[in-house]
């Protein structure tokens, strides 16, 4: 079975600073790979996902994510954070013999201070 | 712009009563989902309808019972609740159910047990 671990549970930084939240699964394949954020009293929304291609891949709001098929990562990066960037991140993988089972990490707190 | 509509937003209740959740959505999607969101920020799946059919039971306590009248309705009953069942409840709803779809979260009912 998949799991996915973020073993940072809060990350701290200031505004225009540069971004980097871990992840990395388990898995005897490649499975799919999201990164989901979520702002406070609001639900999850997506800001990238992966299963081929190009390990770098860019998301919403300036987000890119880089898969690492020999480190079994993918980590989330962003350039310049915004104090408004400040949300839970979520890492998430599926499978095509999981169905429609999304497992999802502890997610990582982020807070961007002015 | 939110296309996946829950209530109540909050619920305060207290041990063996029973509550029921609704949730909504407008995007013409075959497949909707619940999920449990607890005070760590932990989201585990409990429920998947395709198209008003059962496709996940994450053995979820058996007072859990979803509630589905068309595919654009997926509501959740508790039967008697319990202190451990206060958690955040997210609904998700995808295009077919697929395991590369991305999900369509709503923003939540926070259930509080006294």
């Known amino acids: 079975a998949q799991s996915v671990t973020q073993p940072d549970a809060r990350v701290t930084v200031s505004e225009g600073a540069s971004l980097q939240l871990r992840c990395k699964y388990s898995?005897?394949?490649?499975?799919?790979l999201f990164w989901y954020v979520q702002y406070p009293r609001q639900g999850l929304q997506l800001l990238l996902k992966?299963?081929?291609?190009?390990?770098v891949v860019q998301g919403v709001n300036g987000f890119e994510a880089e898969f690492s098929k020999s480190n079994s990562s993918f980590h989330l990066r962003k350039a310049s954070v915004h104090w408004s960037d400040s949300a839970v991140y979520f890492c998430?993988?599926?499978?095509?013999?999981?169905?429609?089972?999304?497992?999802f990490g502890q997610g990582t707190i982020l807070k961007v201070y002015l | 712009e939110t296309a996946v509509f829950q209530t109540p937003n909050y619920h305060v209740t207290q041990v063996g009563n029973e509550v029921s959740f609704n949730c909504k959505q407008t995007?013409?999607?075959?497949?909707m989902y619940w999920y449990k969101q607890d005070s760590k920020k932990l989201l585990k799946i409990m429920f998947s309808?395709?198209?008003?059919?059962?496709?996940v039971n994450e053995t979820v306590p058996r007072r859990f019972s979803p509630q589905s009248s068309d595919k654009a309705h997926l509501n959740l009953r508790i039967k008697s609740v319990e202190p451990e069942d206060s958690a955040v409840y997210l609904c998700?709803?995808?295009?077919?159910?697929?395991?590369?779809?991305?999900?369509?979260f709503g923003h939540g009912t926070k259930l509080s047990v006294l």
């Open positions: 998700a709803s995808s295009p077919a159910g697929g395991f590369n779809e991305r999900l369509f």
């Open positions: 898995s005897s394949v490649t499975p799919y």
């Open positions: 992966y299963y081929s291609g190009d390990p």
């Open positions: 998430a993988v599926s499978m095509p013999s999981s169905g429609q089972k999304l497992v």
């Open positions: 995007l013409g999607h075959d497949t």
């Open positions: 309808y395709n198209n008003k059919q059962l496709i």
